[in-house]
């Protein structure tokens, strides 16, 4: 589960924690899910010189040894940065559909 859920943690970066913060925890905690973002990490770049950077968008997994998470760095105009996750499905590659080739017998080649 991602989002911007604009609450702050102190499992998330945040000096403080807001009631909003806390429901956001304890529901994540219920539901068995472990934050996937990287320790002190921002998600978000301050705007001027009084806006500190945060971390507004979360992401959370049930499995997160099967996942790994990381910011881009160009954000892409915006005042948040491209988040990427990587998710481990046990396949290295995708497998192509073999196509199946019939040979039959008295086709002539020349015909096509």
């Given at each position: 589960?991602?989002?911007?859920?604009?609450?702050?943690?102190?499992?998330?970066?945040?000096?403080?924690t807001s009631?909003?913060?806390?429901h956001?925890?304890?529901?994540?905690?219920?539901?068995?899910l472990t934050l996937l973002?990287?320790p002190?990490?921002?998600t978000?770049?301050?705007q001027?010189q009084?806006?500190?950077?945060?971390t507004?968008?979360?992401s959370?997994v049930?499995?997160p040894?099967?996942?790994g998470?990381e910011t881009y760095e160009?954000?892409?105009?915006?005042?948040?940065?491209?988040?990427?996750?990587h998710?481990c499905?046990?396949?290295?590659?995708p497998?192509?559909r073999?196509?199946?080739?019939?040979l039959?017998?008295?086709?002539?080649?020349?015909?096509?």
């Open positions: 589960m991602c989002g911007d859920f604009n609450a702050q943690h102190v499992a998330w970066g945040y000096e403080k009631a909003r913060g806390k956001i925890m304890a529901d994540a905690t219920a539901y068995g973002n990287a002190m990490t921002h978000r770049l301050g001027t009084k806006q500190a950077d945060t507004p968008d979360l959370w049930s499995h040894k099967l996942a998470w160009d954000t892409l105009g915006s005042d948040h940065l491209p988040i990427l996750i998710l499905t046990g396949r290295q590659h497998q192509r073999q196509r199946r080739r019939t039959r017998t008295g086709t002539s080649i020349g015909a096509f």
